[in-house]
C-alpha cells in the first residue's frame, strides 16, 4: 500500500514561536490530506491540497504542496496553547475514498 | 447535522467476551471506514464500505474481527473473542465517494479495554 513519512514524530513548541512539519512520500502523489487530533479527541480534517506547488492558508497555518507533489508542509506561526495535538497528513490511494495516514507529528505546546 | 455517531464511548471487557461496536454516519454519505489506533501502529483503516458493501477488509487483523453494514446508517464492528492486544481506540469515519478526495469525518470513537 501507499506511504507516506513524517517527520519529526514528536515537538516541543514554545508558545509564540513557528514550527513546521513534513509529510514526504517516495511516489508522486495526486493529492493529499491534512487531519488535527486533539488529545482525547477524533481527527479532523484540516484542507486538502491538489496542485503541485499548492499553497494555501489558513489564519496561522500555512499548507504547501510541493512542486513534485512527493512531500508537503504544515507551518504555524505564533504557536497558541490550542495548536496542541498531533498533526496527520493523508494520502488518498486506490480510489474509493481509502486514506493512508502517516503516523502524525506530536506536538506539545510549552507556555 | 450531528455528525458521526459511535457507541459506546468507552468499553471495558474480559478477555474472551464478545464486543461490538457501533456506528452511525452522516446522512447521504455513502462510505465508511474503520479505523484502530494505538501508539504503537497508529491509525490503521481495518475494512471500508462504499453503498454498504465491504470493499477492502484487508486492514481487518484476523477472523476474530467482522464489520457488517446492513443500511446506509448503521455499522458494526464486532471482536470475538476479544484479547488484551485488541485494546485501543476504534474509530468510524464516512465520506461522500462522488469526486476526488473526498473529506472524511470521524467519529469521537469508542476506547476499549481488554482486561
Known amino acids: 500500500g501507499q506511504q507516506v513519512m513524517q517527520i519529526p514524530q514528536y515537538q516541543h513548541v514554545q508558545e509564540g514561536e513557528d514550527f513546521t512539519t513534513y509529510c514526504n512520500s517516495s511516489t508522486t502523489l495526486s493529492n493529499i490530506q491534512w487531519y488535527k487530533q486533539r488529545p482525547g479527541g477524533h481527527p479532523v480534517f484540516l484542507i486538502q491540497?491538489?496542485?503541485?506547488?499548492e499553497v494555501k492558508k489558513q489564519k496561522r497555518l500555512t499548507f504547501q504542496f510541493g512542486e513534485a507533489k512527493k512531500n508537503s508542509s504544515l507551518h504555524i506561526t505564533a504557536t497558541q496553547t490550542t495548536d496542541v495535538g498531533t498533526y496527520f497528513c493523508?494520502?488518498?490511494?486506490?480510489?474509493?475514498?481509502?486514506?493512508?495516514f502517516g503516523k502524525g507529528n506530536q506536538v506539545v505546546v510549552i507556555p | 447535522d450531528a455528525g458521526v455517531i459511535q457507541s459506546p464511548r468507552h468499553e471495558v471487557t474480559e478477555m474472551g467476551q464478545e464486543v461490538t461496536l457501533r456506528c452511525k454516519p452522516i446522512s447521504g454519505h455513502n462510505s465508511l471506514f474503520w479505523y484502530r489506533q494505538t501508539m504503537m501502529r497508529g491509525l490503521e483503516l481495518l475494512i471500508y464500505f462504499n453503498n454498504n458493501v465491504p470493499i477492502d477488509d484487508s486492514g481487518m487483523p484476523e477472523d476474530r474481527f467482522s464489520a457488517k453494514m446492513p443500511n446506509a446508517s448503521f455499522s458494526t464492528l464486532k471482536i470475538q473473542p476479544s484479547e488484551p492486544r485488541d485494546s485501543a481506540v476504534y474509530f468510524c469515519a464516512s465520506s461522500y465517494l462522488g469526486g476526488a478526495g473526498e473529506t472524511q469525518y470521524f467519529g469521537p470513537g469508542t476506547r476499549l479495554l481488554v482486561l
Open positions: 493523508a494520502l488518498i490511494w486506490g480510489g474509493n475514498n481509502r486514506l493512508a
Open positions: 491540497l491538489v496542485k503541485s506547488g
